[in-house]
């Protein structure tokens, strides 16, 4: 399958090591910077043939590959997503999908159209950590789910801003619930039943004067199936990244996940006794190297038979959209001191600029 990379800066190494482990035929790279492209050639030595583009429109239209990945700022995700759909080419777009409900929607209903494939880049969910405690709910080992939380303890500096000034920005970023605590935010909301009806938010900007957005943020969530989830998220750890936790407390069951990228089964009691939780913790343990975890290979590997096959991938665009919808929501609600209901039809971070 031919495959396309659109932006080759920090993730990129992720979804260069999905490719190659999943012998995807990579004839592009594309980056406004040409010394990105090959720092990434450099690094993976990869075949010197493929061609570099700084222009994403022409590589499309001389390429024309099966697949690429959308790895650039957050803001410039749903234009590029839009012109790959246009040319016919499948997707997996990192999270957050866009930065407006509109650009979601664009997206979902263009690629309905043209039939096309997209997925959201929540690579977590691949997890066997995760996957283990997603198979629990789909057996109703929890009984009545009661509430969850998501808790994402993380440091960024300065330093991490410096190297790329769209980061903090509500044009082209948002602040730590939209950038680093998506992921989990994504995974508490997909575990608890995911339709939203009420929501209730603070965020704050604590210590990074120097962004624009918020680098603390909470929220109170209320499902449709009357369960409930609890967010803290935030980006001003002492000295540096604690952990990345999700909580499930159901009638009959409580389970625990944490680790660098909710990784480590930490917790795991049923009333049913089917489990030894010293195998199931010894089991489900991986330990990667950084928070990204090892999902992008499996994420890739489902993607590519999706294409083949013409199924829905296991994560889609419509997946992407609810949690964009629950954190535009928290800060929706952060911002006008109000509880915010769902479904939300239009919003957008550039609607909180100034927030601060």
């Known amino acids: 399958m031919r495959y396309a990379l659109i932006?080759?800066?920090?993730?990129?190494?992720?979804?260069?090591?999905?490719?190659v482990e999943n012998n995807l035929e990579i004839i592009a790279l594309c980056d406004i910077e040409q010394k990105n492209i090959d720092n990434l050639i450099s690094k993976f030595n990869i075949n010197k043939q493929i061609h570099k583009y700084t222009d994403y429109n022409e590589m499309l239209s001389k390429e024309k590959p099966e697949l690429a990945a959308i790895a650039t700022e957050s803001g410039k995700h749903a234009k590029i997503a839009l012109a790959c759909i246009e040319a016919g080419c499948n997707?997996?777009?990192?999270?957050?999908?866009a930065l407006s409900l509109a650009d979601a929607d664009a997206i979902?209903?263009?690629?309905?159209?043209?039939?096309?494939?997209v997925c959201v880049c929540f690579q977590n969910r691949f997890n066997k950590s995760i996957q283990k405690i997603r198979e629990a709910i789909e057996r109703g080992r929890f009984g009545k789910l009661?509430?969850?939380?998501?808790h994402i303890r993380w440091n960024r500096g300065m330093e991490y801003y410096k190297q790329a000034p769209w980061r903090g920005t509500w044009e082209q970023d948002g602040g730590a619930l939209m950038n680093q605590c998506i992921h989990n935010i994504d995974l508490l909301c997909w575990m608890m039943g995911n339709e939203i009806t009420e929501v209730a938010g603070m965020t704050d900007k604590l210590l990074h004067s120097y962004i624009d957005a918020e680098d603390l943020g909470i929220a109170i969530i209320k499902f449709s199936n009357g369960s409930y989830g609890i967010v803290e998220g935030?980006?001003?750890i002492y000295p540096n990244n604690l952990e990345e936790t999700l909580y499930i407390f159901g009638e009959k069951g409580t389970v625990k996940a944490g680790g660098k990228s909710v990784n480590v089964i930490e917790e795991w009691q049923f009333a049913d006794g089917l489990d030894?939780?010293?195998?199931i913790k010894a089991?489900?343990?991986e330990n990667p190297e950084n928070v990204y975890g090892f999902g992008h290979t499996p994420l890739y590997s489902d993607m590519i038979d999706a294409v083949k096959i013409g199924r829905e991938p296991y994560i889609t665009a419509k997946d992407g959209r609810k949690s964009l919808e629950l954190v535009l929501a928290v800060y929706k609600s952060a911002a006008e001191g109000n509880r915010v209901k769902l479904p939300l039809y239009e919003c957008s971070t550039i609607d909180f600029k100034g927030r601060f």
């Open 7 to 19: 932006g080759c800066g920090r993730i990129s190494p992720n979804h260069i090591t999905a490719a």
């Open 91 to 97: 997707i997996i777009i990192e999270k957050p999908m």
């Open 108 to 117: 979902i209903e263009k690629s309905e159209k043209m039939g096309v494939r």
């Open 146 to 150: 009661l509430y969850g939380t998501a």
């Open 234 to 236: 935030t980006t001003n």
């Open 276 to 279: 030894d939780f010293k195998d």
């Open 283 to 285: 089991k489900y343990r």
